[in-house]
């Protein structure tokens, strides 16, 4: 492998270049009493169980909760964002996932913002030198950052 996508905070030993940050939705049931909020405070999630996205060591939404001085009710912890919102359609939790992931499901769910906003950064990462084509590749995302969702 050449280079991967990860958040730049969940690495140490490796090259990483920043592309984009993005904003992370609260992902509810549609029947949820705060499923037509403007906002979910995030104080809110951890009132209900709370299915978090496995990402290794770094989690940006456990980060928030502690950050706010918060700490979720972690009942389920899933490798698949299509498990979790499917999970949370059938009313097993609440969860936080990157808009990106939301902006085409089909999934009778609720995805609103976040207050205090929680986002999460986006780069590339990689070990010690890169073939020519990854370069250039990677190059041109940085060159189009702006025009990526």
């Known amino acids: 492998m050449d280079f991967g996508f990860i958040t730049p905070h969940a690495v140490t030993d490796l ?7 993005g904003e992370m939705l609260a992902v509810l049931p549609a029947a949820h009493p705060l499923a ?15 299915i978090l996205l ?11 909760f502690h950050a706010a001085g ?11 964002d299509y498990a979790i919102m499917t999970m949370v359609e059938a009313g097993l939790g609440v969860s936080i996932l990157a808009e990106l992931m939301l902006r085409r499901t089909n999934f009778n769910i609720a995805c609103l913002p976040i207050d205090p906003p929680v986002y999460r950064s986006l780069a590339v990462a990689y070990k ?22």
């Open 15 to 21: 090259h990483v270049i920043p592309v984009k940050t």
């Open 36 to 50: 037509h909020a403007e906002k979910v405070p995030i104080g809110e999630l951890t009132k209900e169980p709370f």
């Open 54 to 64: 496995e990402e290794g060591q770094f989690s940006e939404p456990v980060n928030a």
């Open 70 to 80: 918060l700490e979720p009710d972690i009942k389920y912890t899933i490798h698949d």
């Open 128 to 149: 010690d030198s890169l073939p020519i084509a990854s370069k250039y590749f990677i190059d041109y995302l940085l060159e189009h950052a702006a025009e990526l969702p």
